[in-house]
């Protein structure tokens, strides 16, 4: 009787076995069979049941033939949003998602997920900071509040945690005390994608190859048949209709010079310090790269009375005081008052305008604020990249 229960159960145990086998690679043929559905070759299937989450594959078809021209770890999911996302050029893109997944491992074992990691690549975080991150020992947990600002620099996370302020304030601070001239330059930044807040100034550039997208000539009368008058569709918008509420005054508002480019602003810059010292230069003209000129916001306004003679600077102006007090209305703030230059690290200039939109103009008239003051209450709207 023992021998047959024995039995019984062996054979028991091998009818299990083998349903959970059936199961097994019913489920496995199951989901190769959506993968085959999906688009997939049955080596691609292969390779993406082995090395990766299957849904996303599931839900986004990915040209995987198309990243096999190079070596690469087979990470295609995130080689092709890491592409889409950044602009990388695909071999870039191959070893940028290679080296992350080096250190992706550290990253786990404080608590980053995937998803997580995925999130901060498609932001274009460099592998200098995954790096720094993992070695910081900071989990996710405690790092999540400083990752999601504008202005987080990896490598002052350490720093971030044991000071006791607020995030926004926390990495202003520590990361970017600079924007305040008052205090010394340390670091150099780039804008990663240009707005209508962007700063730009000594420590705060934009590359050299960008030119806005958007950039119109200006419907106003120009100092000069040369002078250079395109900007950006919105600013150029807000000029105009400015300029018409002020000839209704009686006054004549005229563009002295718009839109410069890289090259552009390479040239009156080396102008200037061929008639000047380096000093003095500099505190004239902004160092190519760091113009609001080339950002296509930045105009330097002045006024027929100025061009007939009648005035010698457009400061002695009545068009210029007008401006002072109306040109918040249309999404303008005088950049550089006489009264901030130790903030915004250039002299008076009451000629230079900055488009920053009517919400954030109109805060900063009524608080009496520049730029670098707005950003320091508001933080970053753009991504901003540690340049060394």
């Given at each position: ?11 028991n ?7 959970v ?7 496995l ?7 085959w ?33 190079k ?15 950044t ?46 991150l993992?070695?910081?020992?900071v ?62 100034k ?10 806005p ?20 569709k ?20 005229v ?36 113009s ?28 210029y005081?007008?401006m ?16 901030k ?41 753009t ?6």
């Amino acid at each position: 009787m023992r021998k047959i229960n024995k039995k019984k159960a062996r054979r028991n145990r091998a009818i299990l076995v083998g349903i959970v086998v059936v199961l097994c690679v019913g489920v496995l043929n199951h989901t190769r069979l959506q993968l085959w559905h999906a688009g997939y070759t049955f080596d691609q299937q292969t390779v993406i049941l082995q090395s990766e989450d299957v849904s996303h594959y599931l839900d986004t078809k990915i040209d995987m033939d198309a990243w096999d021209t190079k070596k690469n770890q087979q990470h295609y999911y995130d080689y092709a949003t890491v592409h889409q996302q950044t602009g990388l050029s695909k071999t870039k893109t191959i070893s940028y998602v290679d080296d992350v997944y080096q250190v992706y491992p550290s990253l786990q074992k404080l608590g980053y997920s995937i998803d997580n990691v995925r999130s901060l690549m498609k932001q274009n975080m460099s592998i200098k900071e995954f790096k720094a991150l993992a070695s910081s020992k900071v989990s996710f947990t405690t790092a999540k509040q400083y990752l999601k600002i504008n202005g987080f620099m990896a490598q002052d996370l350490k720093k971030y945690v044991a000071s006791r302020k607020k995030p926004l304030a926390t990495i202003l601070s520590i990361s970017h005390a600079q924007i305040n001239s008052k205090n010394k330059m340390t670091r150099t930044y780039r804008i990663a994608n240009p707005s209508y807040l962007t700063l730009v100034k000594d420590g705060y550039g934009i590359s050299k190859n960008y030119v806005p997208n958007d950039l119109v000539t200006v419907n106003v009368a120009t100092a000069s048949a040369d002078t250079p008058n395109k900007m950006r569709k919105a600013a150029a918008t807000a000029l105009e209709k400015m300029a018409k509420a002020a000839k209704k005054k009686g006054l004549e508002l005229v563009i002295n010079s718009a839109y410069r480019s890289y090259t552009q602003q390479e040239e009156l810059y080396n102008e200037y310090h061929a008639m000047y010292d380096t000093e003095t230069a500099d505190s004239l003209v902004a160092k190519p790269g760091y113009s609001e000129h080339q950002l296509g916001l930045g105009v330097d306004m002045t006024s027929q009375s100025v061009v007939d003679g009648k005035y010698s600077t457009f400061g002695e102006t009545k068009e210029y005081q007008w401006m002072k007090k109306n040109a918040y209305k249309y999404g303008f703030i005088l950049r550089y008052p006489s009264s901030k230059t130790s903030i915004t690290g250039t002299s008076n200039e009451p000629w230079h305008y900055r488009y920053v939109g009517k919400k954030a103009a109109k805060e900063c008239y009524i608080n009496n604020w520049t730029l670098e003051e707005y950003i320091l209450h508001h933080g970053f709207d753009t991504k901003i990249i540690y340049a060394e």
